[in-house]
């Protein structure tokens, strides 16, 4: 890290020397009272992060296999909660509708694609249509989700309402109680509050991409589209792979959008493994069969991760480099 | 043979179609439901009108009457400023102790990025038992305790503490400044803009927070405006506007804010994005 110059002495600092020769003329109590102070300043965030991250990956491992009681000690049972899973129709519905889920990510990012190119194009009024496309990602989810259901209504939400004026359809359609439709509602309403989000990644992509490539190449004859797929897409792959793993991870933030829009039904055709985990834990206070799931989607999470970092050329992990 | 001139602006102008048609598909739910909440007409009438006929402001003062809409508010609010000082503080701690070098810098760097690959949500049920053990249920600690530091706003603070010129910071140490004042003094107003990024998105995310509040919430007085939000739905279903109403009640705050700190936000998401 070029910037980051070492606890230096001050003309050590200005001349540009890391202060490696001044920390050995330096007391080594002075040292080690900032090497304390760095640690108390750590400290609380690492706290937080601690407690409400990686305690409760482990302890969701340890939960899930044992069997859990709030008034008796938690007995191990090894894979037991696993083996009960490959036998429960919902684990299976949930996997499906989380794996559909994550399958659509690609579909909103491509679209995002779209509309971030035509906004780098140098149209007028790009900010106006930035800011519209972005303005449904910072809503709360649970109003966002009321809405939605209030445009899928039966009798009069307006998307009956269209396709019944257009003569699409003779009967109303009801969008979130059907077995079919209730998962690709939600997954529509699900793109529309985060293709802002895609685009305002894959915009700082694209402006990180140096001009004059696109400049050199069009001296060299190379054709637009030639363009795009050279320089654009290759550079692209950083900025893409990180909206694939946002994307991805849409699949649990989505729980409040499913929550309110169909509460996982009917009867489990739209339920997510997030709205599982929460229904076997607190609902039916299942507490280890829960933690279990989790440790599912978890390995599902981190699985695609890798393997969309494998797309992307491998090299998308090297951006930790520069933090 | 068409001349260049001409192209240009025909392209321009089919790109300009394509971003209305996609702004039209954008902002139509926000019409709608604004427009259910002045006027509910189409609740029970078939077909919806597509203008407000009679837009009145009923539906909005009927809020209050429904449901305690100045608590759910209050706690809201509570939980949110909760959130919003403890971000603001303990991440300037954290990034100002990550410009240094020391040992277990780069350990630490990696923990926070993969902290970032635990999505809260798949944290919950064990953090319900730790916040139940902490005695925490069904207060506003508890509440706010899991988003008192985010990693994306730490990586914020820090490129911006970065770029604070080195001498300064000497000169401020050979002045007599700790360590705490050299933050407060020099690091914190020279960062405004990544003060203001780390207050946003605290905000956006504690304000909009669902699932936790869910789970450690059991008191109908502790409940916050999307827990209200959904219990209301479940209570009234959709048989009043003052349901559109009060999302639009609920979501004005968060559009507002993210109007006047577009830049803010938009860098907030961007730079915890290029950190991995």
């Excluded at chain 2, 699932?211 to 219990?231: A, E, F």
Aim: net charge positive; charged share 10%; aromatic share 12%.
């Amino acid at each position: 890290m070029a910037t980051a110059v070492d606890f230096p002495a001050a003309s050590e600092a200005t001349s540009g020397a890391v202060g490696k020769r001044a920390r050995h003329a330096r007391p080594g109590v002075r040292r080690r009272r900032e090497m304390l102070l760095v640690w108390v300043f750590l400290l609380p965030s690492l706290a937080v992060f601690f407690l409400y991250r990686i305690l409760p990956l482990v302890w969701n491992a340890v939960l899930s296999a044992q069997q859990f009681s709030l008034f008796a000690p938690s007995q191990w049972i090894g894979l037991d909660h696993y083996r009960e899973m490959v036998d429960d129709p919902v684990f299976w519905t949930s996997l499906r509708n989380t794996l559909l889920f994550m399958a659509s990510a690609p579909v909103g990012i491509l679209l995002a694609l779209a509309i971030s190119l035509i906004v780098n194009a140098g149209i007028r009024g790009r900010d106006v249509y930035r800011t519209i496309v972005f303005l449904s990602y910072p809503l709360m989810t649970v109003a966002v989700g009321i809405i939605w259901r209030w445009m899928y209504d039966e009798k009069v939400g307006l998307f009956n309402y269209v396709l019944r004026s257009l003569h699409l359809i003779d009967t109303p359609l009801p969008f979130l109680q059907s077995f079919e439709l209730a998962l690709p509602s939600v997954l529509i309403a699900n793109v529309w509050q985060i293709l802002g989000f895609y685009m305002i990644i894959l915009l700082a992509g694209l402006q990180g991409i140096p001009q004059n490539l696109y400049e050199a190449a069009s001296i060299d004859g190379a054709s637009p589209r030639q363009q795009f797929f050279r320089i654009t897409l290759p550079l692209l792959r950083p900025s893409l792979f990180l909206a694939f793993v946002i994307g991805i991870m849409t699949s649990f933030t989505s729980f409040d959008l499913v929550y309110v829009m169909t509460q996982g039904g009917p009867s489990h055709q739209s339920e997510l493994l997030i709205t599982y985990i929460y229904k076997a834990a607190f609902e039916l206070s299942r507490i280890d069969y829960a933690a279990a799931l989790t440790i599912v989607q978890f390995a599902l999470l981190v699985t695609l991760t890798w393997a969309g970092n494998r797309l992307a050329g491998g090299d998308a992990g090297a951006v930790e480099s520069g933090a | 043979m068409i001349k260049k001139r001409t192209r240009r602006t025909w392209t321009h102008a089919s790109l300009h179609l394509a971003m209305l048609a996609v702004s039209f598909c954008m902002l139509l739910p926000f019409y709608w439901v604004l427009k259910t909440s002045l006027t509910g007409e189409n609740i029970f009438v078939y077909p919806p009108s597509i203008v407000p006929v009679h837009p009145h402001l009923f539906y909005y003062i009927d809020v209050w009457y429904y449901i305690p809409f100045p608590r759910y508010l209050l706690n809201s609010v509570v939980v949110s400023v909760l959130s919003i000082a403890a971000n603001v503080v303990f991440n300037a701690l954290a990034a100002y102790a990550l410009t240094r070098h020391f040992r277990g810098r780069g350990a630490v760097i990696t923990v926070l990025l993969s902290c970032m690959m635990i999505p809260f949500q798949t944290t919950i049920v064990p953090a319900y038992l730790i916040t139940a053990k902490l005695g925490l249920l069904d207060s506003y600690l508890g509440l706010a305790l899991p988003t008192f530091s985010t990693i994306v706003c730490i990586f914020v603070y820090k490129a911006s503490f970065e770029a604070v010129p080195r001498s300064l910071i000497d000169a401020a140490r050979i002045d007599g400044l700790s360590e705490l004042q050299i933050i407060r003094r020099i690091m914190l107003p020279l960062s405004t803009s990544a003060v203001a990024t780390n207050i946003v998105l605290s905000f956006i995310w504690s304000w909009n927070n669902f699932l936790w509040p869910l789970i450690v919430v059991r008191d109908p007085l502790m409940q916050t405006l999307p827990l209200g939000l959904s219990r209301f739905l479940s209570y009234h279903e959709n048989t009043t506007g003052a349901l559109y109403a009060f999302c639009i009640m609920v979501l004005a705050p968060g559009i507002l804010l993210f109007l006047m700190a577009q830049k803010e936000f938009i860098r907030g998401l961007t730079s915890g994005a290029t950190k991995g």
